[in-house]
Structure formats: C-alpha cells, structure tokens
C-alpha cells in the first residue's frame, strides 16, 4: 500500500510563491512516475506536473514556466515549486503516484490565490 501525505498549501497573493511537497512513506525509486493534480470547485480534476522515474517531466499548458516539478528519492519527497501565482491556480492539489499500473493519490492540499 502506497501512502502520500501532501504539504505546503495554503494563501498567498497573486504573483507570490508556494512549495508543496509530497512525502511517500517508502521508497518513491520504484514508482514510474510521480506528479501533481488539481481540482478547482466545479472543474474536472487534472494534470498539472509530472515527473518520471527516469527525471522526465511534463507540464500542463497552463502552468509551464511557472510551476517546477522536483523529486528527491533519498527523502522519498516530490515537490512542487508555484511561482507566479494566479487566482485561476486557487484548487485543492493532489499527489499521485503510478506504481506497478497503479493508481496512488494523497489526500489533497488547499492553495487558494487571492486577487
């Protein structure tokens, strides 16, 4: 069983910076990608950054140059570096975890970007 534990969120202004972190309670060496979703009240969840075993990442339109995905295999952690922040970025944003073509997801951080 994989268990994600989510950190860092919270309230900032636009254009201010956050870093979330997502700590897995094992090793994340074997995990074959790790990342980070969102959900804004009333929207679909989605992809906002991803990062494989291999260091390769991806990130949604949307936040690319804004946003850096980070992971430390030592600390078992992936983060998640918000710069630039807009109100339009204000979701709940979950931790995932593909491991053995399983599904993996923490219980969620609030980020709210006030105006």
């Known amino acids: 069983q994989v268990q994600l534990v989510e950190s860092g969120g919270g309230l900032v202004q636009a254009g201010g910076s956050l870093k979330l972190s997502c700590t897995s309670g094992g090793s994340i060496f074997s995990f074959s990608s790790m990342g980070w979703h969102r959900q804004a009240p009333g929207k679909q969840r989605e992809m906002v950054a991803r990062?494989?075993?291999?260091?390769?990442?991806n990130y949604a339109d949307s936040v690319q140059g804004r946003f850096t995905i980070s992971r430390d295999n030592a600390k078992n952690t992936v983060y998640l570096q918000m710069n630039s922040l807009k109100p339009e970025d204000t979701a709940v944003y979950y931790c995932?975890?593909?491991?053995?073509?399983?599904?993996?997801w923490g219980q969620g951080t609030q980020v709210t970007v006030s105006s």
């Open positions: 995932h975890a593909l491991y053995r073509w399983e599904n993996y």
């Open positions: 990062i494989t075993s291999g260091g390769g990442t």
